[in-house]
């Protein structure tokens, strides 16, 4: 199975500051199925990015993938309040889907 | 507006079988694969398994054919059976509905709010 490293594990950021999260694949991602979810404490994972790139419905455009192969990365351009929360990378190329172990990003 | 609620015991005994219940509201359950993920702070998330309206499922080989899922498209609901559990199995399970493309297998845009389940005796 394919294993995803997301880094770094705890982003000290302040509101306003641009946040750059990093998911490494263990093998090639095939076709940039790859998707990012928020997540908030006590909350399910909330759909973000999916095809490396595609913002989900109703995802404000601060909100960014990137990456292909086994580099993909998530940008938040400007940090609102709201954003403080953890993140995950799936990739859904190969059975079984996987997650990454999630980033954190905290209000510094 | 789909929303997804998961129903069942919050504390199961080891050796056991596990069983939930998500009940799909705001939509049909036709068509989407459904499926199974779980959370605990050992493993983080981990796919469980789907089914389709066909029938037709899959689930993750790490749980080594423990996993049942079946579907009641009357009630509008599918259900997660997971036998011989262990503490290793505690964990918030959540429902969620599958999307993808013809050749991939599935991203999740609509999830339950997760029930914690409990392995003790």
């Known amino acids: 199975e394919i294993v995803l490293t997301q880094s770094p594990g705890t982003l000290s950021l302040s509101p306003g500051e641009r946040a750059t999260l990093s998911c490494r694949a263990s093998q090639s991602v095939s076709s940039t199925y790859l998707a990012w979810y928020q997540q908030k404490p006590g909350q399910a994972p909330r759909l973000l990015i999916y095809?490396?790139?595609s913002r989900a419905t109703g995802i404000p455009d601060r909100f960014s993938g990137s990456g292909s192969g086994t580099d993909f990365t998530l940008t938040v351009s400007r940090l609102e309040p709201e954003d403080f929360a953890m993140y995950y990378c799936?990739?859904?190329?190969?059975?079984?889907?996987?997650f990454g172990g999630g980033t954190k990003v905290e209000i510094k | 507006q789909v929303q997804l609620q998961e129903s069942g015991p919050g504390l199961v005994k080891p050796s056991e079988t596990l069983s939930l219940i998500c009940t799909v509201s705001?939509?049909?359950?036709?068509?989407?694969?459904w499926n199974w993920i779980r959370q605990s702070p050992g493993k983080g998330l981990e796919w469980i398994g789907y089914i389709y309206q066909s029938g037709n499922t899959n689930d993750n080989p790490s749980l080594k054919s423990r996993v049942t899922i079946s579907l009641d498209t009357s009630k509008n609901q599918f259900s997660l059976k997971l036998n011989s559990v262990t503490a290793a199995d505690t964990a918030v399970y959540y429902c969620?509905?599958?999307?993808?493309?013809?050749?991939?297998?599935?991203?999740?845009?609509?999830w339950g709010q997760g029930t914690l389940v409990t392995v003790s005796s």
């Open positions: 799936q990739q859904y190329g190969s059975s079984p889907v996987t």
């Open positions: 095809g490396a790139s």
């Open positions: 969620a509905r599958g999307r993808g493309a013809a050749n991939s297998y599935d991203y999740f845009d609509y």
């Open positions: 705001g939509g049909s359950i036709g068509t989407y694969p």
